[in-house]
């Protein structure tokens, strides 16, 4: 592998053209004209981001576009490489990833990242195509429909809801969802079943004889049903329906800031389970500076991705998730199908119950 270089470009915000464009451009021309060649490893996005200027969100976008058109491949622990543009033609396949913008969502922005470098790692062209916001919960078609319209050996859909699905049916590509669908080959599914049942039982065993379930958009690792089959109360408490981190960070502040100067600890449950990190990590703070203990006046257990958090002084008891892996999954059912392997109805990602000082074992 050639040693590191840095870009022998720079970026202006004075020319009308966004700093994201500039960036992608000046590393297709300095790779096209020899400047970068195949294997050069370059400078961490920390220290692009200084040496041009432009931000972190900036430069993250610019080398996702580089390494969805196949001039560079992103590698954990190693860094950005640069790949051989001569090879192109002899890429195996193009696969598209449709998803909804995800800025905000770890899980699935980390997972898709993983897809996409293990899949461009045996050779695939990989092409990501946004097709709406996840925060507006709207969709725009227009670029995927464009993209569609090529060659493409699979469509993979982060989304596998109705109006997402029937609009890749009619392209007549194949696609493989991110949840279960009918119309797809197959899908890849998050089964939360034994992570929920092994949080339940670890209640069972510390006597908890009520939950409250503090929710924020979806039913991710809901575990109502569960509780309630075991005979433990749990109340679902919904803290805001969708939104970004701010929103969502914000919500939750306020509406445990209010309750705890309403009624003190008397309407605390004997554990609080958050199926949102941030949404954890805020409701800490108001617990701990109204003089709330934990976990000896309320028990805490969390939803987490892996290396995301939310942290804490003291361990998190967690239903946790490793996205990367979670990727790498979704990846070898992808080539297992793209290998003309058998296939079944869906692979499953399950994440794993993790007790923690927030709620110890006895």
């Not at 899908?187 to 510390?206: G, M, P, Q, R, T």
């Not at 805020?282 to 987490?304: C, F, M, Q, R």
């Not at 946790?320 to 392997?341: S, T």
């Amino acid at each position: 592998m050639s040693k590191m270089k840095k870009l022998p470009f720079t970026i202006t915000r004075e020319c009308g053209i966004s700093l994201t464009n500039q960036l992608v451009d000046g590393v297709k021309k300095s790779i096209e004209s020899g400047f970068l060649r195949p294997g050069d490893t370059l400078p961490s996005f920390k220290e692009i981001s200084k040496e041009t200027g432009a931000c972190m969100i900036v430069v993250r976008e610019a080398f996702r576009r580089l390494s969805a058109q196949g001039y560079v491949v992103l590698r954990r622990r190693v860094g950005t490489i640069v790949l051989d543009t001569t090879q192109k033609s002899s890429w195996r396949g193009h696969i598209v990833i449709a998803s909804l913008e995800v800025r905000e969502n770890y899980l699935l922005s980390a997972m898709t990242g993983a897809l996409r470098q293990a899949l461009m790692e045996q050779r695939y062209l990989v092409s990501y195509v946004p097709f709406g916001c996840e925060i507006a919960g709207s969709y725009d078609f227009a670029h995927l429909d464009s993209v569609l319209s090529g060659p493409i050996s699979l469509v993979v859909s982060t989304d596998s809801s109705k109006e997402v699905v029937d609009h890749i049916a009619k392209s007549g590509k194949p696609f493989i969802t991110f949840g279960s669908c009918l119309e797809a080959i197959t899908s890849v599914n998050l089964d939360c079943s034994k992570a929920i049942d092994d949080f339940v039982e670890h209640c069972k065993e510390a006597g908890v004889k009520k939950v409250i379930e503090v929710t924020v958009g979806s039913k991710l690792a809901d575990a109502k049903d569960a509780f309630k089959k075991n005979g433990i109360k749990c109340v679902r408490w919904p803290i805001v329906k969708r939104g970004n981190i701010e929103a969502i960070s914000k919500a939750t502040t306020n509406t445990f800031y209010n309750r705890i100067k309403k009624h003190g600890k008397t309407w605390l449950p004997d554990v609080l389970y958050f199926n949102d990190n941030f949404a954890c990590q805020s409701a800490l703070l108001a617990l701990v500076e109204n003089g709330i203990d934990i976990p000896h006046d309320v028990k805490i257990v969390t939803w987490s991705n892996k290396g995301e958090g939310p942290f804490w002084r003291k361990t998190l008891a967690c239903i946790e998730i490793d996205p990367f892996e979670a990727g790498r999954i979704f990846a070898r059912h992808i080539l297992a199908f793209l290998n003309k392997k058998r296939l079944s109805s869906n692979t499953v990602i399950s994440p794993q119950y993790i007790p923690g000082e927030t709620f110890p074992k006895n």
